[in-house]
């Protein structure tokens, strides 16, 4: 049975990829995470978002706010056309038109990265920043230091089609063009890591 608070999206764009290896930034615990771009044409999927952070937020009344909702509450979900609630400034381009939010989970707990027909990806070349996938999330309250809100869990991820990898970078085939030979082979598009500055903060990873 589905929990209420727990959402599939529709194809969206990902991004800061941290899928088949979890990351930490100094002094942090290592996790799982991903950033996921929503095409605000998607209403469906904004739609199922903002009912399971509401039913997040209900149940954080009863099992962490002491049976009172706060009068602030920090939701993980930002307008990629807005700016960033960190420092004031403009998400990246990738973002624009797009519902951004992060999701993670803890290291012992890695999510299953799957292709079309649900069959793990244990190839790390083909998860990057860039790719386009469904992701299954829990949103939930959370009460950590004096600051109250809803965060978004990492479940599993589905990839459905590549993607423009961000991030920059080139590829062998372009450096060294000048020596392929006529009918040389495709370039394959660079899938090597996002500079880590997330969008939602704009601090480093």
């Not at 899928?19 to 998607?42: F, H, I, M, N």
């Not at 890695?110 to 949103?139: T, W």
Request: contains cysteine; hydrophobic residues 35%; neutral net charge.
């Amino acid at each position: 049975m589905a929990s209420e608070n727990r959402v599939v999206t529709g194809k969206a764009r990902l991004s800061y990829v941290n899928l088949l290896k979890p990351y930490a930034r100094p002094g942090q615990d290592e996790k799982y995470s991903v950033t996921v771009l929503v095409p605000k044409a998607d209403t469906m999927t904004k739609a199922k978002i903002d009912a399971a952070i509401e039913a997040a937020i209900q149940a954080g009344v009863q099992k962490r706010w002491d049976g009172k909702k706060p009068g602030l509450i920090n939701i993980p979900v930002h307008d990629g056309d807005g700016a960033r609630p960190s420092d004031g400034e403009p998400f990246g381009p990738e973002c624009k038109g797009h519902w951004v939010f992060t999701a993670s989970c803890k290291a012992d707990r890695p999510p299953r990265v799957v292709d079309l027909q649900v069959n793990d990806i244990l190839d790390a070349r083909e998860v990057y920043s860039g790719m386009y996938g469904r992701v299954s999330v829990d949103f939930f309250a959370y009460n950590s230091q004096g600051r109250k809100g809803i965060g978004a869990g990492l479940n599993n991820v589905q990839k459905l089609a590549d993607g423009e990898p961000l991030g920059g970078g080139t590829t062998a085939e372009d450096d060294f063009a000048d020596s392929l030979p006529t009918g040389g082979t495709t370039a394959q598009p660079y899938q090597g890591n996002q500079a880590r500055i997330n969008p939602l903060t704009g601090q480093p990873m």
